[in-house]
């Protein structure tokens, strides 16, 4: 059973920065697509960035040039560095993995990690 752990949310100031990790556990997701999604209060949750095992991104428009996704193989783990962060950046992060494909999320997501941006 995979298992998805973020860590790394919080409060941060407008224009400020934070670096979202998310851990995998139960199988190897070396040549998983792993992705960063968000979900704001009545909204439905988006795609915020992706990569592939071989180290391809994918990200959303509102994020490029502002938002980082990287992966370490070795330890299972995905991060997402956010800078010049927005309070429309506001909401919370999900962690996403199990397809081989940019084509949609896969079935295993993290319990999520708040991000809070004060203007």
């Known amino acids: 059973q995979v298992q998805l752990v973020e860590s790394g949310g919080g409060l941060v100031q407008a224009g400020g920065s934070l670096r979202l990790s998310c851990a995998a556990s139960g199988s190897t997701l070396s040549d998983n697509v792993m992705g960063w999604y968000r979900q704001a209060p009545g909204k439905q949750r988006e795609l915020v960035a992706s990569?592939?095992?071989?180290?391809?991104?994918n990200y959303a428009d509102s994020v490029k040039d502002r938002f980082t996704i990287s992966r370490d193989n070795a330890k299972s783990t995905v991060f997402l560095q956010m800078t010049r962060l927005q309070p429309e950046d506001t909401a919370v992060y999900f962690c996403n993995a199990g397809r081989m494909s940019f084509l949609g999320p896969g079935p295993y997501w993290g319990q999520g990690t708040q991000v809070t941006v004060s203007s």
């Open positions: 990569i592939s095992g071989d180290g391809s991104a």
